[in-house]
């Protein structure tokens, strides 16, 4: 036990959280148990050490942290573990890597029913359904996603400012009042081009190659998110890589079953359960019409976020499709999204009906419809300039 206090208070000390993330602020920290979700290199570790940091500090031993990926795990039992910590005066146990463990939900199940006075507040792959159906955790576990930075945080941390989030609500009554405080202090197009490149994965806070490290992630995770937690067997990774680049190369796009399905040699319906885990994963949205859902074909894919499409395709991005990966990424944090009709490529919330335009994209306003537009620092009426959707969170 010792030797989990000395690294917790190495880890602690040295973590460097570069912005507060507002997850920090959502989660009620009382639920005796908590999962963290994200994607892989999102930053969920730093995430744990900084809630360590900040409410408990390096050397409160009421809370430890600990890796699974630590071989003393494949002989100890959890719960022994946390029984044992909750003895020495433990209160929170921040469990990282929590998969690495077999039959982890029913190792998570044996803490909280065996240790009833012990938080524990573990991190896990967006792939892991923690509410289905049979699981063991699905009536005590109170979930959260950490997702990758938003432009507000990107923008506060590269230009040093302290700008709050907004709901859709407040955008789209107060837009040109919030887009007019927002530049009076910084000039926000400066910056967008550069957050669609490189700012929502953490990655470019390294001195390494961004695109190198974004690739050998999204090469982990099918590996590991994929394949590992939906137990598919090794062989298949060159097809799943196979149909990711596919996608990605056409995205954002209406599947082509059958041509995938051939070009690949697997069959529609494996085409579809792999688009699924895919998106599980993180690294696809899925876009469908109101009222439907998987099994049924997805109206448009969507690449998760647009830093994986220029680590996918660099050099080779298509203005207009990084422009409504942006929007339908940062909206879906919050909300709902459905495929509009005719013009219109987002129904949100089954209500607002969104154009996601440029400048220089002329069509006549219609009243009725809300216009996210690009290259514009301050809108008019019910035109929004883009970059202001990422102060959503």
């Not at 100890?76 to 946390?82: G, K, M, P, T, W």
């Amino acid at each position: 036990m010792e030797a989990f206090f000395r690294t917790h208070k190495y880890l602690v000390e040295h973590v460097k959280s570069s912005v507060q993330r507002l997850l920090m602020d959502e989660i009620d920290w009382n639920y005796r148990l908590i999962g963290i979700k994200g994607c892989r290199g999102i930053g969920k570790t730093t995430f744990l050490l900084e809630y360590a940091k900040q409410h408990f500090g390096p050397d409160d031993r009421s809370c430890l942290y600990i890796n699974l990926n630590n071989f003393y795990f494949t002989t100890c039992s959890l719960a022994d573990f946390a029984d044992d910590f909750a003895k020495m005066g433990g209160h929170t146990l921040l469990i990282d890597q929590v998969f690495k463990l077999p039959n982890w939900s029913t190792a998570l199940r044996e803490c909280y029913d065996r240790v009833p006075n012990l938080n524990i507040v573990f991190s896990g792959s967006s792939v892991m359904r923690l509410k289905e159906e049979g699981s063991p955790l699905r009536d005590c576990v109170h979930s959260y996603n950490l997702r990758g930075f938003s432009f507000r945080e990107f923008l506060n941390l590269m230009a040093e400012t302290d700008f709050p989030a907004y709901s859709l609500d407040d955008l789209l009554t107060h837009h040109i009042q919030i887009a007019s405080e927002i530049t009076a202090k910084v000039k926000p197009l400066a910056y967008f081009q550069n957050y669609l490149h490189h700012g929502f994965s953490p990655y470019f806070l390294e001195k390494r190659s961004f695109s190198e490290n974004l690739l050998k992630t999204m090469n982990m995770m099918l590996e590991v998110d994929v394949l590992l937690i939906k137990q598919i067997e090794l062989k298949y990774l060159p097809k799943i890589r196979k149909l990711l680049y596919l996608v990605a190369r056409e995205a954002p796009t209406v599947l082509n079953v059958s041509q995938l399905s051939a070009e690949i040699n697997i069959s529609r319906a494996t085409v579809m359960h792999y688009i699924k885990y895919l998106s599980e994963a993180r690294l696809l949205n899925l876009l469908y019409h109101e009222g439907e859902s998987f099994p049924k074909k997805p109206a448009m894919v969507y690449m998760q976020n647009t830093n994986l499409m220029h680590a996918i395709m660099p050099g080779n991005v298509n203005a207009q499709a990084q422009r409504e990966t942006f929007f339908y990424n940062t909206l879906y944090k919050d909300h709902h999204l459905f495929k509009g009709k005719k013009e219109i490529q987002f129904l949100v919330d089954s209500r607002l009906p969104f154009v996601v335009n440029d400048l220089a994209y002329r069509q006549k306003i219609k009243p009725e419809n809300y216009y996210a537009t690009d290259k514009i620092e301050i809108g008019h009426d019910n035109v929004i300039p883009l970059w202001l959707f990422g102060f959503l969170y």
